[in-house]
């Protein structure tokens, strides 16, 4: 433990003697093992689990001791990871064929302008074809009663029109993608 950089790991010729890095790194595993990160938890595990009274010698290090150690010696605890990486190697336990996953979770983004099944197209552009109706519907009031929409509002229209037609034709591009698609959907 020396070697790899653990404090401690010689005991001082004065004062109380510190928790061997041995039994703190064991707890630590163990924590890491059965994903308990917290140190107030490796805590009250090391009180009242019976394989972590056996692991630890019924040593029960405080959550500040324990907190203090991965803090202290986290370049020495990720050298005993990679030392037992080797080690398995050097006793042939990893194949080629050996995968590792995590329980990493990302939060995906899949909004209605990403995510495209044939109901949703359907749909999507039905709404706006209703979008460029309505608007349509609003500058044909405007041609037969010119006082009820303001003349600068008409430019604001017409462009909002031409936004909904290159949405919907960008659809149509879509839908042909989607159906080219081995599952029917993009």
């Known amino acids: 433990l020396v070697g790899l950089g653990f404090e401690r790991a010689t005991p001082s010729l004065v004062g ?12 630590y595993i163990y ?3 059965n994903r308990i990160q917290s140190s107030r938890r490796l805590e009250r595990e090391a009180r009242r689990n019976l394989e972590l009274i056996w692991l630890t010698g019924r040593l029960t290090p405080d959550f500040k001791t324990i907190a203090d150690f991965r803090k202290d010696n986290g370049v020495a605890i990720r050298k005993v990871c990679r030392e037992f990486v080797l080690l398995c ?8 064929a050996t995968v590792a996953i995590d329980g990493s979770k990302f939060k995906a983004v899949n909004n209605r302008d990403k995510n495209f099944t044939d109901r949703k197209l359907q749909a999507r552009m039905e709404q706006l074809e209703q979008s460029i109706a309505r608007y349509m519907d609003e500058l044909d009031r405007a041609d037969r009663e010119p006082t009820s929409l303001p003349d600068e509002r008409i430019p604001h229209l017409k462009e909002k029109i031409e936004s909904l037609k290159a949405q919907v034709q960008k659809l149509g591009e879509i839908e042909v993608r989607m159906r080219a698609a081995p599952d029917g959907q993009i």
């Open 16 to 27: 109380r003697p510190a928790y061997h890095p041995s039994t703190l790194l064991k707890l």
């Open 31 to 33: 924590g890491y093992l």
């Open 89 to 96: 190697r050097r006793l042939k336990l990893f194949a080629d």
